[in-house]
């Protein structure tokens, strides 16, 4: 059984930053690329952030410049660090494992103006 858990959501002024984590188990994120979404009230989910097996990164473009995707293999988990943030960054995060198409449960993320 695979599971990927977030964490590290919550309230955050804007121009601050958080770090969110998704820790997996039943497969390894190195096997796998690794995404960070986000969806936000009356609007399709969409991609924030991905890590490919070989480390190629991508990003939005809304968030280039401010968060930055990484992995500890060691740990089994993926990380979100986001700074600068605005107040169109609130929405629920998920994380996905896209080889066996794995989706953890999302932590909310609020920038107050």
């Known amino acids: 059984q695979v599971q990927l858990v977030e964490s590290g959501g919550g309230l955050v002024q804007a121009g601050g930053s958080l770090r969110l984590s998704c820790s997996a188990s039943?497969?390894?994120?190195?096997?796998?690329?690794m995404g960070w979404y986000r969806q936000a009230p009356g609007k399709q989910r969409e991609l924030v952030a991905s890590?490919?097996?070989?480390?190629?990164?991508n990003y939005a473009d809304s968030v280039k410049g401010r968060f930055t995707i990484s992995r500890d293999n060691y740990k089994n988990t993926v990380y979100l660090q986001m700074n600068s943030l605005k107040p169109e960054d609130t929405a629920i995060y998920y994380c996905?494992?896209?080889?066996?198409?794995?989706w953890g449960q999302g932590t909310q993320v609020t920038v107050s103006s």
């Open positions: 890590i490919t097996i070989r480390e190629t990164t």
């Open positions: 996905n494992m896209m080889s066996t198409n794995t």
């Open positions: 039943g497969w390894f994120i190195r096997l796998s690329t």
